[in-house]
């Protein structure tokens, strides 16, 4: 099955809808990337801190799908930005697989300001094609420009937290000037009200969607890379079937326009895993 994907920097193309694994652990991230599989996900995300590597690479295999059909995403912890290496190996033993399609650093962590050693030792193991693309999470702007002063290389991605309520204009304006492809996390935005809306319960109703289609469709239709965590074998159908919903220019809009006073994404300067 092929499914849009969006040409990263370095050439490869990513599926822009993604399986979120987070919180599952092993034993239901075996069970839902299987099925996920099965309904025709080509791209499941997970990290080192989720804790379910080894159930996500035993989910690819009892999928019976060719490795190479899938698109594979983790992230290591604070712990290896000294040692990307050893922390990419870790990743890569307890998924079971031998290289991974996209690297992140999962936090920058600038108490400890090894990140641009992380970044560096990223690319060279996407050189030694242990990872076939990298990039970052949760860094800021002040981090990116950082690491592409410092090594000359933008990360090929940035993972963030992102959705209506949060909408990240400042931050999806500074990737795309650097070629970096925003990847939102908590596409659906963590169970915060965001699906009971007025506004995309009304869309959702006028295209004949969930309002979770909505949400997804807004991503989509803006060049974002978006991993919705389900273990529900429909909403998972749902989240994977938000190609063809013509949101016009002016919900997109009215989408990105919609806030949640009070609510905040993670301050990465001094939060991180
Ligand atoms: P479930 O696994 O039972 O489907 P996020 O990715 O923003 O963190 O959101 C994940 C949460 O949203 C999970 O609780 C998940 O529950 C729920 N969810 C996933 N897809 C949908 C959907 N299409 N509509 C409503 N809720 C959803």
């Known amino acids: 099955m092929t499914q849009p994907t969006v040409t990263l920097a370095g050439g490869t193309n990513i599926p822009m809808v993604g399986l979120g694994t987070w919180p599952m652990d092993d034993a239901e991230a075996r069970r839902v990337v299987r099925q996920a599989i099965e309904i025709g996900y080509r791209h499941v995300d997970t990290a080192e801190n989720y804790a379910n590597e080894r159930g996500v690479g035993d989910g690819i295999r009892d999928s019976g799908l060719d490795r190479s059909e899938v698109w594979v995403t983790t992230k290591f912890n604070r712990r290896w930005h000294a040692d990307p290496a050893a922390g990419l190996r870790g990743n890569l033993e307890r998924l079971g697989l031998d290289y991974v399609d996209l690297a992140l650093i999962h936090w920058p ?3 400890q300001d090894r990140y ?5 030792g990223l690319i060279e193991l996407r050189e030694q094609g242990l990872a076939r693309a990298i990039g970052t999470s949760n860094f800021k702007p002040a981090h990116l420009g950082r690491l592409i002063a410092e090594t000359g290389v933008a990360p090929e991605v940035n993972q963030i937290e992102c959705h ?3 909408d990240r204009a400042a931050e999806r304006a500074y ?3 650097h070629g ?9 935005g963590r169970n915060n009200g965001l699906l009971q809306e007025p506004l995309i319960v009304e869309l ?3 295209y ?3 309002p979770g289609q909505v949400v997804l469709a807004w991503d989509v239709l803006q060049g974002m890379v978006t991993v919705p965590k389900s273990s529900n074998p429909e909403r998972l159908r749902q989240n994977l079937d938000v190609f063809d919903i013509p949101l016009t220019a002016a919900d997109v809009a009215a989408l990105t326009s919609l806030e949640s006073p009070g609510l ?7 939060f991180g895993h």
Do not use: K
């Not at 641009?116 to 560096?120: E, G, L, P």
């Not at 492809?181 to 596409?187: D, F, G, L, N, Y």
């Not at 905040?264 to 001094?270: F, L, Q």
């Open 264 to 270: 905040v994404p993670a301050d990465s300067d001094v």
């Open 109 to 111: 962590n600038p108490d």
């Open 180 to 188: 970096i492809v925003t990847a939102a996390w908590s596409p659906l």
């Open 164 to 166: 209506p309520y949060l």
């Open 175 to 177: 990737h795309a000037e």
């Open 208 to 210: 004949g969607v969930t």
């Open 204 to 206: 959702a109703a006028r």
């Open 116 to 120: 641009v050693q992380a970044w560096q």
